[in-house]
Structure formats: C-alpha cells, structure tokens
C-alpha cells in the first residue's frame, strides 16, 4: 500500500520494533476460509479435544462431523442458498462452534445476536440482516416468540431450538437439562410451533452425504452488528478472507510464546462478539483447546471452570480482570500454566494491570481495533514486563495512520483521529452505502472513530472515542483519562465519565460505584484535583449501588449513563 501517493508518510516505524522474527506482512493469498481452518485443524488432531464448555468436551472430529450434519440439514432438508443469513442467538456452549462451522460450511452467512436483547433489538436485527434462519438457545426462545407474534414478515423464519444440555454425553444432558429446566426454572414458557430441535436437525443431516458448496475468501462469514462510529446499529460485512487474515495476523503474533497443539485458552467473553470470536480462532489455528465460559458474571463458576482445566491463556476486558482480582477465594495458582494475558474492547486501567501482575506474575497484554477490523488492528509485544499505557504496534500488514479533521497526516506525537488499512478492514456495511462513504476516507482509510498518537516506536496510544470526548469551556476532555484517575482512587470499584450540558458547553460527570461505602464526594473530588487540571475535574458526582451498564463484552455503556440521576 502506497501510503505517499495519498499524502501520508510511508515510514512504518513499528517494525523495527516488532519481536525478533516477526513477518511485516502476511501472505494475504494464502490465509484460506473459516471452513479451511477447520479442516485443518480435524486433519491435524483429529480426536484431541478442540473446545469445551460446561465440563462437556468436543473432539475436533467430532466438531467436524455435527457442523456437518447441521450442514446437510441447511442445505438439504431446507433449502439454504450460499450466502442466505443464520441468526444465531447462542451463548457460549458447544451448540455455538457447531452451529457457526455448520452454517459457514453450508455457504451460509452467520448473524451473531446477543442472548440478551430485547424483543425489539431483535426485531430490528432480525429484519435488517433479512435472516432466513435462526438457532436460538430455549432459555431466550420467548423473546424470539414474541417478535413473530407481532411480526408478519418473519412468519417464515426458520427456527431452530437448543437446551443448554445438548450435544453433552447422554448422562450430563440429563442432569443439565434437569437443573436448567426444572431447579432453576431459568427457561421462561415459550411455544413456537415450527421450531426443530438442533439435535434432530444434526440427525436428520447427518443421513445424507455432505457436498458442501465450494466457499472462497470473498464470501461473506459475518454480518456482525455494531454501532460503528455513529452509534447506530449496522452489519459490518465481514467476508472469510478478511477474518481469517486476522485470524493468521494473531496467531503469528502469538506463536513464539504459544506452542502449536499444546495450549488451553480461556474465553469468558461471548462468543457471539468479534473480539472473543477471532481471539478463539485465532487459538484454534494453533490447536488451541477451547475452554468457553457460558456466563462470565457467574464468577463463582469461573473460578470452578480455573480448577478444573490448566489455563495457558486468556481473553478478557478491564472489568473482567477488576472482577476476578476482587473475587474471594481468586487465587492466582489457579493460573500457574498462563503464559498470556490478552485485553480489548475497553482501555485496562493502570491500577488493574498492576494489581494483576502482582497477583499472577503475567502482564495484560493489550491490543486495539473495531468489529469493521475483523476486529483487531494492534498489540502490545507478548513480551512486555509491565502495563504500557498503549495499545501496542499494528500487526503485520496493518497500516494505521493520524489523521486531522481534514484527513491530513498529523506528526508524531500529536492527537487526531487513528485510520487504518488492511486486509482484514471491512468493505461495507450491510445495505448502508451512505454510513460506508462515511466511515472511509477517499483513500480508502477506514476512521476508527478513536482518538490517538503515535510515539517514537510507532506504538498508538488511544486517548479516548470521539464521540465521547467532553469539551468543557472550549477544552477537550478526554473520559479514559478521567476514569484512570479516579479508578486509582482505593475506595472505587468502577467509574464512567460523561459530558452533560452546561453554561460552559459541557461538564464532567463521573458515576461511581464505590468500594468503601465511607468515600464521600469531597475527598474525590479532592483527589482528582490532585492529578487533573481544573477544567478535566468533575463537576458532578453521582454513586451508584448497582454495578454500570455494560454490553455483552463487559465494555461499560457510557451513552447508557448520559442524563441518568439516582442511586441505581
């Protein structure tokens, strides 16, 4: 990519910096298909197990051969044209790789839904990605229900209905669904009378030979729905070259400190979402077990899930690593086999990332990038000692410039908006021509919508989004910067800054949820005016009982606290 001819620098000063042996560029030509990978990894360990989740385990052959029998099903039984969309409304269990291979397999595109979404988040995705078909886990079938109760155009939507207990031994189905249905009653009435059971679906395909339509690098894998940098709901097009380019660039990144075929990698985060989908990936090309974390705010079950299995890696957010530091009963020889630590979705903050090092002996490595990146676009070397404060370097074949409003290249150092290039960024947005031309310069750079520098070595450093920047008096306030501060106070367990009006333009206004019920406003603000200038300390302070709002991925909602009042 010619980065003079359209006005940027073409110097990469991150790759003198790269660790020793790192390729600049990958071979893009050669990264293959989602349904490749798969097939190369049954072809090199065959009955070693490739992910489990609830204490069931699936083999990489037999992962092979239920997608392909869901396959069969798709294509056969009913009639699934390649690239007609599969919602899937799954958490993290054995259904969701099984479901995702099975589809992409198919020639199918595979619409990842949040579990938890309303009927009208539904409704809304459901319709948008004109979805023909959906997998949809029984415990959230009532919703799905209530859409096509009230929905016309989805009356011919095919459904297919799981139990948390599927696909596990015979014996452990049993006592899950018995626990799942009945104990806990966490499976709300619910009657859609078109549904098919997904194991019988898997039976039904499995009589029948699997052919597979050819799948090419320029198919579409995902429509994967984001707010983008507007925040208004879309589907970035995320075709399988482009994820599995990411997919390779990660797994070069990681292949010195990982060894091929004798990993275990931990992900709590869901599925469901970019980051946690191509970290698992990612894992898998290098023969990676999977171990899935089917609800990460069950803490007390995460800490069974570390006893049960030799953790060598992770997936997690700040809030995820403060969460599992602050768990009684953590203890960190629970992870003595971790070798990596990764982190994205949201800055990790300072006082977490000590605190972790100190615990466990491992750094968080943190990295950068959005869902229109397949989604990761840098990363720190896995051999940092101690936090760095920034995201790291791009990854080989990754360009990623600053740019000023106009689109012009900013010097080293100074703050503008992070652009970046690849082949793992995004083309489109599904059917929004108009939010494509938007998100992408005319030379092709895709705006991240994240404000940032680069120092010396050409590591980024994001400085915060910017459309949450808070301008007070005509000064720029960036929230991560606020939230460090009071996040290194000892009495605060979370914290989110927003901008709301005032005579000034903007003010700052934290939400806190404090740890020691004695912190009083007057000794934050105190502290902040002891590490902030006068216009960045808040001018308002609300504490909050309840944890804050975060999306699925543990990301807190920033937009979600704008204009809210109370004690939660």
């Known amino acids: 990519m010619d980065l003079a001819a359209c006005g940027v620098p073409a110097a990469r000063p991150w790759l003198e910096h790269y660790p020793p042996g790192m390729p600049a560029e990958i071979d893009v030509a050669a990264v293959g298909t989602l349904c490749d990978l798969l097939r190369t990894g049954v072809e090199r360990h065959g009955e070693r197990v490739a992910v489990t989740s609830l204490g069931a385990s699936l083999s990489w052959r037999a992962l092979e051969r239920l997608s392909a029998g869901f396959a069969s099903w798709l294509r056969h039984t009913r009639g699934l044209r390649p690239g007609e969309r599969v919602a899937l409304m799954l958490p993290n269990l054995l259904q969701y790789p099984v479901a995702m291979f099975g589809v992409l397999r198919a020639g199918g595109v595979v619409v990842n839904v949040n579990p938890q979404y309303t009927a009208d988040e539904l409704e809304r995705q459901l319709l948008d990605s004109g979805a023909r078909f959906i ?26 209905a799981t139990g948390v207990g599927d696909l596990m031994p015979p014996l452990r189905e049993l006592v899950t669904h018995v626990l799942v249905r009945h104990l806990r009653r966490l499976v709300p009435a619910w009657r859609i009378g078109q549904a098919v059971w997904l194991g019988s679906a898997i039976e039904a395909g499995a009589g029948q030979p699997f052919d597979g339509p050819a799948v090419r690098g320029e198919d579409i894998a995902f429509l994967q729905y984001t707010g983008g940098t507007t925040g208004m709901p879309k589907g970035a097009v995320l075709r399988h070259g482009q994820v599995m380019a990411n997919v390779v660039q990660l797994a070069n990144w990681v292949t010195r400190d990982l060894r091929d075929g004798d990993e275990t990698a931990l992900i709590p985060l869901p599925l469901f979402h970019i ?28 800490l069974a899930t570390l006893k049960r299995h030799r953790i060598t890696a992770m997936v997690g957010v700040n809030t995820l690593y403060r969460a599992l530091l602050d768990l009684p009963g953590f203890d960190a020889r629970l992870l003595a086999g971790l070798k990596l630590c990764a982190a994205g979705g949201m800055a990790v903050q300072r ?25 990761v676009l840098t990363s720190n070397r896995l051999d940092i000692e101690d936090w760095t404060g920034t ?27 992070l652009c970046a290039r690849g082949p793992q960024v ?39 989004r910017l459309k949450d920047v808070i ?3 005509g000064f720029k306030v960036f929230p991560n910067e606020v939230e460090d501060v009071v996040a290194a106070h000892p009495g605060v367990r979370e914290v989110a800054a927003v901008g709301v009006p005032a005579a000034s333009g903007e003010a700052v206004r934290i939400v806190v949820v404090a740890d020691d019920p004695a912190l009083t406003e007057v000794a934050l603000l105190a502290h902040c005016r002891r590490h902030l200038a006068a216009y960045k300390v808040p001018s308002q302070v609300e504490f909050r009982i309840d944890p804050l709002p975060k999306t699925g991925v543990g990301k807190v909602l920033r937009r979600a606290l704008r204009g809210m009042g109370g004690s939660g």
Request: proline fraction near 7%; include cysteine.
């Open 391 to 417: 995201v790291g370097f791009p990854l080989p074949s990754t360009e990623v410039a600053v740019l000023d409003e106009a689109g012009r290249p900013l010097p080293q150092g100074e703050v503008g908006e």
């Open 426 to 464: 995004m083309r489109e947005y599904w059917q929004q021509p108009a939010e494509t031309a938007r998100v992408f310069t005319a030379d092709g750079w895709l705006r991240t919508g994240d404000l940032g520098f680069m120092d010396a070595q050409g590591r980024f450093t994001i400085t915060d």
């Open 275 to 302: 980051y946690a989908l191509t970290c698992a990936l990612s894992f898998l090309r290098i023969g990676a077990e999977l171990v899935l974390v089917a609800d990460p705010r069950d803490l007390e079950g995460l």
């Open 135 to 160: 997998v949809v886990l029984e415990n959230v079938a009532h919703t799905l229900q209530a859409v096509l109760e009230r929905q016309p155009r989805l009356a011919t939507l095919v459904v297919v």
């Open 471 to 473: 301008v007070v008096s």
């Open 351 to 375: 006082p977490v990332a000590e605190r972790w090092k100190q615990r466990t002996g491992v750094p968080i490595v943190e990295g950068w990038g959005l869902t229109e990146a397949s989604p």
